[in-house]
């Protein structure tokens, strides 16, 4: 299983970065400069053990490549803001990644250490994703609210348009003590690289337990109210293709892809929520118009792509809308209904060119299980975790990245 990353496109043409360390024999050589701050061969070397141990044999250089380039950019942003994490910042993190496997911190990197991997590569992978955290909260988490008036509209939708069904995928892992070790770290990295139908059911014909395995985990149609809470809490403001994160059950762990919602009529317009990239390119009626729309299709698969592909293409810049639909012009509106998140549409044209425009996701208010005050937290993490998604791609776009 491999991510397709657009960032690293534009150096395929160039020697492996991993080769270009053994090549010098010395692994501590930098193969990537992210702002100028060094990614080593030892640290890729590294990110790769680690993620093999958590998803398996296989080739993990882009995954590890990414997630260090990412890295940099999180510790960056937090240097900037004066943001680092306290010591016992560190080990809790730590300590919350460790037990989802069941074990304790000592007992985690003790099997970390038996598979390669240097205690350091852990703390260092905990200590990026909690100086985001920290930077999230100090500057993201504050221009976000959610009022008692969006959660009495979430409910007010629940009573006006019925319970629906939910159409679901699922990867089943045994949780069992003997297996906890393996699987609580492969549910995880599962959860954060799965993309699309086809890659969620060839994940789950070759890891999940369950009977649904043979049908790469698709279920039939269920009503919402048949399934556990957990469950709906995992899938609730999802878009179809998206997947779950690891969901425990009693001995196994899940993970989900929603893959469609029926029976309940359509939300009011002003429940509904678009994210959507514009970019302004040449009239896709004259030969490089069409070129370079016919390129972003075959090459760039979300938002997130579409920095980086902007960035070595040049030219205007995206602009990036979160906004009720309502409020959308009806032109845009128009257009991205007919778009599926990571699709792109090129069916506005003027005197002066295009409009490239790619949904990045259609967000409807969730069917509300929980007390208000769950519900509010819900509404607040979703729009959290969607500004700070957006902004790692932004500055992933602005950023020098380059090998040495």
Same mark, same amino acid.
């Given at each position: 299983?491999?991510?397709?990353?657009?960032?690293?496109?534009?150096?395929?043409?160039?020697?492996?970065?991993?080769?270009?360390?053994?090549?010098?024999?010395?692994?501590?050589?930098?193969?990537?400069?992210?702002?100028?701050?060094?990614?080593?061969?030892?640290?890729?070397?590294?990110?790769?053990?680690?993620?093999?141990?958590?998803?398996?044999?296989?080739?993990?250089?882009?995954?590890?490549?990414?997630?260090?380039?990412?890295?940099?950019?999180?510790?960056?942003?937090?240097?900037?803001?004066?943001?680092? $994490?306290?010591?016992?910042?560190?080990?809790?993190?730590?300590?919350?990644?460790?037990?989802?496997?069941?074990?304790?911190?000592?007992?985690? +990197?003790?099997?970390?250490?038996?598979?390669? +991997? #240097?205690?350091?590569?852990?703390?260092?992978?905990?200590?990026?994703?909690?100086?985001?955290? #920290?930077?999230?909260?100090?500057?993201?988490?504050?221009?976000?609210?959610?009022?008692?008036?969006?959660?009495?509209?979430?409910?007010?939708?629940?009573?006006?348009?019925?319970?629906?069904?939910?159409?679901?995928?699922?990867?089943?892992?045994?949780?069992?003590?003997?297996?906890?070790?393996?699987?609580?770290?492969?549910?995880?990295?599962?959860?954060?690289?799965?993309?699309?139908?086809?890659?969620?059911?060839?994940?789950?014909?070759?890891?999940?337990?369950?009977?649904?395995?043979?049908?790469?985990?698709?279920?039939?149609?269920?009503?919402?109210?048949?399934?556990?809470?957990?469950?709906?809490?995992?899938?609730?403001?999802?878009?179809?293709?998206?997947?779950?994160?690891?969901?425990?059950?009693?001995?196994?762990?899940?993970?989900?892809?929603?893959?469609?919602?029926?029976?309940?009529?359509? $939300?009011?317009?002003?429940?509904?929520?678009?994210?959507?990239?514009?970019?302004?390119?040449?009239?896709?009626?004259?030969?490089?118009?069409?070129?370079?729309?016919?390129?972003?299709?075959?090459?760039?698969?979300?938002?997130?792509?579409?920095?980086?592909?902007?960035?070595?293409?040049?030219?205007?810049?995206?602009?990036?809308?979160?906004?009720?639909?309502?409020?959308?012009?009806?032109?845009?509106?128009?257009?991205?209904?007919?778009?599926?998140?990571?699709?792109?549409?090129?069916?506005?044209?003027?005197?002066?060119?295009?409009?490239?425009?790619?949904?990045?996701?259609?967000?409807?208010?969730?069917?509300?299980?929980?007390?208000?005050?769950?519900?509010?937290?819900?509404?607040?993490?979703?729009?959290?975790?969607?500004?700070? #998604?957006?902004?790692?791609?932004?500055?992933?776009?602005?950023?020098?990245?380059?090998?040495?």
């Amino acid at each position: 299983m491999r991510l397709t990353l657009s960032l690293l496109a534009g150096l395929a043409a160039l020697a492996p970065v991993a080769a270009l360390a053994a090549q010098d024999g010395n692994p501590f050589a930098p193969v990537m400069l992210v702002n100028e701050r060094t990614i080593t061969g030892y640290e890729l070397a590294q990110r790769e053990k680690f993620l093999e141990m958590m998803s398996g044999p296989g080739d993990h250089t882009d995954e590890a490549m990414k997630g260090l380039i990412d890295d940099r950019l999180r510790l960056i942003e937090a240097a900037r803001y004066g943001v680092k $994490p306290t010591e016992d910042e560190i080990k809790a993190g730590m300590l919350e990644f460790a037990q989802r496997a069941n074990l304790t911190t000592e007992q985690f +990197v003790q099997k970390l250490q038996e598979g390669g +991997v #240097d205690p350091q590569t852990f703390r260092d992978f905990i200590t990026a994703g909690q100086a985001w955290r #920290d930077v999230v909260r100090a500057t993201i988490a504050p221009r976000v609210t959610v009022t008692d008036a969006d959660v009495r509209d979430a409910r007010a939708l629940s009573r006006a348009h019925g319970e629906p069904r939910i159409l679901i995928s699922e990867l089943i892992l045994p949780a069992t003590p003997e297996y906890i070790g393996q699987t609580a770290p492969l549910a995880e990295q599962l959860s954060q690289t799965l993309k699309g139908d086809a890659a969620f059911a060839a994940a789950a014909r070759q890891y999940s337990v369950s009977d649904s395995a043979k049908n790469g985990g698709q279920l039939d149609w269920i009503p919402v109210t048949n399934l556990p809470q957990t469950v709906v809490s995992a899938v609730i403001g999802l878009s179809p293709g998206q997947v779950s994160k690891p969901v425990n059950l009693p001995n196994a762990i899940a993970i989900f892809e929603l893959r469609g919602l029926a029976d309940a009529p359509p $939300p009011p317009a002003d429940m509904v929520t678009v994210d959507y990239l514009d970019w302004a390119i040449p009239d896709v009626r004259t030969p490089a118009g069409a070129a370079l729309a016919d390129e972003v299709r075959r090459k760039v698969t979300t938002c997130g792509d579409l920095y980086g592909f902007v960035k070595r293409a040049g030219g205007p810049q995206l602009t990036r809308t979160t906004e009720a639909l309502p409020k959308v012009p009806a032109d845009v509106a128009l257009a991205l209904a007919r778009l599926d998140p990571g699709e792109v549409s090129t069916s506005i044209t003027d005197g002066s060119g295009t409009r490239l425009l790619m949904l990045c996701s259609r967000t409807v208010t969730p069917d509300p299980k929980a007390t208000p005050d769950a519900l509010k937290a819900e509404l607040f993490s979703a729009r959290v975790n969607a500004l700070a #998604d957006a902004r790692l791609d932004q500055l992933r776009a602005a950023a020098n990245i380059r090998q040495p």
